[in-house]
């Protein structure tokens, strides 16, 4: 049977990494992403954020992964593996098989701000905000637990296993379509609040969300959910979580023709998410996708930046 509990597990770190309160941080648990966390810890700092970022990974992390963050002076923290009661076969997305991992942030107690990144993101202008962005008090009731934006309900890819009623007059972005300026600021503001979307989520952990989160784990309806962690935070915290403006996660679909271009600003956009696949990293050559360019232009800086302050890969 999975772990139910949401244990702490500290892994050696830099000491100005052990003293911070604030920190950026993305779960790894296998090399697949690994390409991914590298080019995410460069952008950040390229963007000259303040505070220091912390890569956590599983015991399926193999030592040449962790090796390759030592090397790169990347922080780390070990994470126990996570995984509902009634657990169900992702085979139609691979990609979820370990994404309930990610909601063992919300037990992290010993810092008083995590603002949870995918590996697959790419930072593009600072975010530093997103840090004293105001939520409730985890020991109260309250309606600020986390932030998020919201996830597109398009299904531009036509994907069979979706939930039929992901069509673009249901999705919270559509709403926005008639005032793209004040989307820059504002989430979505939909009749009835939706899923999450994870791949970005600022919150500050506490024992009694990381409690409704165990609860949560235990519930049989996880095995009917399409989308693992961010169902259950939809869930568990109805009407509790706040909204974010799609700048701080741009799913790379949005900007696509017909799908929530009439929102997107290349300009406005701070961190764009490349969900789906292909990843950046697994593009051949030069892509003709701009998105795409603009994180392989970052992970050549990356690569040179590593060989000029660390001497790698020289």
Known sequence: MAKQSLPVSMDTQKEDTRKAKKIWATLISSMDYLPGLLVLEFSLRRVGSRYPFVALYTDDFPAEGRLALEQRNIATQRVEHLAPK???DYGDDPRFADSWIKLVVFSLVEYERIVLLDSDMLVVDNMDELMDLPLDDPQKQGNRVFAAAYSCLCNPLHKEHYP???TPENCPYTLQHDKPEDAQEHGASPPR???PNSGLVVLNPSASAAELIRKGLLDPKTKTYIFPDQALLGDVFAGRW????????GLKTLPWPGVHDAIWRDDRVKNIHYGLTPKPWEV???SDDDLVRRWQNADEERKQDEAK???LGR
């Open 86 to 88: 009634h657990d169900k």
């Open 309 to 311: 302050r660390l001497g």
């Open 284 to 286: 051949e050559g030069r």
């Open 242 to 249: 706040v909204a974010l403006p799609y700048i701080y996660n």
């Open 164 to 166: 039929d009623d992901w």
């Open 193 to 195: 609040q939706t899923m």
